[in-house]
């Protein structure tokens, strides 16, 4: 790996009347985490050689959980996926687990960072529906064209599904190198689907074609795995059709979902070492406030992540650490064995509980944040923050959901975290979530004055549209009607709008 600059810091701090010092190295290279962004394919950090960075089942015999559990391969730097089974004869695919968009979309063509691809013209069941579609993201995109095909799920509910896909024929920053899947499982509403919300979502298909309870979980167990590692990924589970309480301990916190597009909630505070930023509240929600699988990292509005980093800062027993890290264009490295966890803090979010007068915190542990990336010659362990600025909303992704197992409650329109089974040491969880406390001090409504969301804005465009098309019609209409004679042989006052057009 080729280094740009080495920074060598003191990290100094007072145990008794002693002074310890532990070299840090800063080093300016290619990752740079604010690129995650709302990344579905999730970049690898760049190596040194330019690579890509209790049972619980359905009566009915439809689900088995326990069939599920570990039906995810990955980890948050190369995304989670799944195995599926795609046409006639099948095909098989690892499918990216995304609850931030609602399309189901695989590769249908060569690609250079892809292994194989969906060939629909070997599926005798595909049937194009002769329509376009495009999705672009922050980074990335890709088009292709829609259609249906049958598509079974190994370690999913039992039988075959008729779904809507989307054949990507052409993409732009969306495979990248060191990924292992080769399409896209978009879990969010209808609202958010492509080309418009007729297309019908994979998980909206399944729940009506199979009978399972509209709900989803997932555990993502990734936290400490290095984003360079070549060792086979840690894995997770989509639990689909409820919930399987062998993978979290303790109870569920569910929060409401404010408006079925993302899964939008609402965040009431953040503290940082237990301290309290002290922002409104409204800050956190600006825009959205939304829990998304296939956002690698926590994401939050400008203002939120500044006042986070000076907290750190001051909270943090490292001195003059560098911006660079927090930047993400540098990773702090330590010597090997030494952990860089115990300098950092605990954050916590505060989210609205489904009785609207409380809330809940969920906190994560540095482990979770700090996250390692790489080594450099056997003796530094290299790390990278887990945690960017955003110019579109808050964004609870993977950096906070490995240490909880999070409950997708379609049905009841709400979403639950409990602290998941898969993020520890040594019996020590990652993760922590306490409550219930009183909302006092804080809005009632942490999200009003927001920007409309997109989806809202088209309806009032085409509303507008609408109107202004009706509009013209009638002003069309008047002025091909022949003017009725009156005595006087004027324009009468009835006539006042053709009067003021031709003067």
Known sequence: MRLYGLLLLSLSFWTSHSVFKIPLKMFAGKFNASVQLDLRPLRRYQSAVESGLSLASDPAGIVDFLDMINNLKGDSGRGYYMQMVIGTPGQTLNILVDTGSSNFAVAAAAHPYITHYFNKALSS????????????????????????????????????????????????????????????????YPLLARPDPSVEPFFNSVVRQTGIPDVFSLQMCGAGVSASSTADPAGGSLIMGGVEPTLHRGSVWYTPVLEEWYYQV????????????????KEYNSDKAIVDSGTTLLRLPGNV??????????????????????????????????????????????????????????????????????????????????????????VIGATVMEGFYVIFDRAQKRVGFAVS???????????????????????????????????????????????????????????????????????????????????
């Open 125 to 188: 069941t595909y049937q194009s529906s002769g329509r376009g579609v495009a999705v672009k993201y922050t980074q990335g995109e890709w088009e292709g064209e829609l259609g249906t095909d049958r598509i079974t799920i190994p370690q999913g509910p039992s039988g075959t599904i008729t779904i809507n896909i989307a054949a990507i024929l052409t993409s732009e920053g969306f495979f990248l190198p060191g990924i292992n899947w080769q399409g896209i499982l978009g879990l969010a």
């Open 266 to 281: 609402e965040v009431l505070k953040l503290e940082v070492g237990a301290q309290n930023l002290n922002l409104d509240c």
């Open 305 to 394: 992540f500044s006042a986070v980093v000076e907290a750190i800062m001051q909270t943090s027993l490292i001195e003059d650490f560098s911006v660079g890290f927090f930047d993400g264009t540098k990773l702090a490295c330590w010597m090997r064995g030494e952990s860089p966890w115990r300098f950092f803090p605990k954050i916590s979010i505060y989210l609205r509980a489904t009785n609207t007068s409380q809330s809940f915190r969920i906190t994560i542990l540095p482990q979770l944040y700090v996250q390692p990336v790489t080594d450099i010659d056997g003796t530094l362990d290299c790390f990278r923050f887990g945690i960017s600025p955003s110019a579109n909303g808050l």
């Open 421 to 503: 089974t898969c993020a520890e040491n040594g019996g020590v969880p990652f993760a922590e979530i306490a409550g219930p406390f009183l909302s006092e001090g804080v809005a009632s409504d942490c999200t009003s004055g927001v920007p409309l969301r997109e989806p809202v804005m088209w309806v009032i465009a085409y509303a507008l549209m609408g109107i202004c098309a009706l509009v013209l019609i009638v002003l069309l209409f008047l002025l091909i009607l022949p003017c009725r004679p009156h005595r006087d042989g004027e324009i009468t006052d009835e006539s006042s709008l053709v009067r003021h057009r031709i003067k």
